[in-house]
């Protein structure tokens, strides 16, 4: 048994190796594309449709407030005309997101970025 060990400990420190690499990168590009959306977000690009109860929603306002992004907010249960507009993009979930004219439907801070390179 003892050997079996020695023996895959190199495999087992090159996985452990590798999985801290990967967090590393992508802390560092995570990072990166905060800053770059902070600096470009300008008030009234980025419109997040939300639920009272939405967990996910939760988490993107999180993200937002921590990079210190630039967002505006509604909720679908307390604002009859963000109901209105969460029915007129035909979502199929919270959180919506609209940004620059652009209908995005779950959170992702790469694909928010890419929406304001595009725009």
């Keep these: 048994m003892a050997a079996t060990l020695r023996r895959l400990a190199p ?31 300008k008030a009234g ?6 639920s009272e109860t939405c967990a996910y929603c939760k ?3 999180a993200w937002f407030t921590q990079h ?7 909720f ?3 604002d009859p005309a ?3 507009a969460y029915r ?12 620059r004219g652009q209908r995005q ?3 992702s801070p790469e694909r928010v970025m890419q929406a304001l390179r595009r725009s």
């Design 82 to 84: 963000c109901a209105a």
């Design 76 to 78: 679908i249960e307390r």
């Design 11 to 41: 495999l087992l420190l090159l996985v452990v190796a590798g999985w801290v690499g990967v967090q590393l990168l992508q802390s560092f590009s995570s990072d990166r594309i905060a800053r770059e959306m902070a600096a470009s977000a």
């Design 45 to 50: 690009d980025i419109m997040m449709i939300s």
């Design 88 to 99: 007129a993009l035909q979502a199929p979930g919270t959180p919506t997101l609209v940004v």
């Design 59 to 61: 988490q993107a306002r």
């Design 105 to 107: 439907v779950g959170f």
């Design 68 to 74: 210190q992004v630039v967002f505006g907010e509604c």
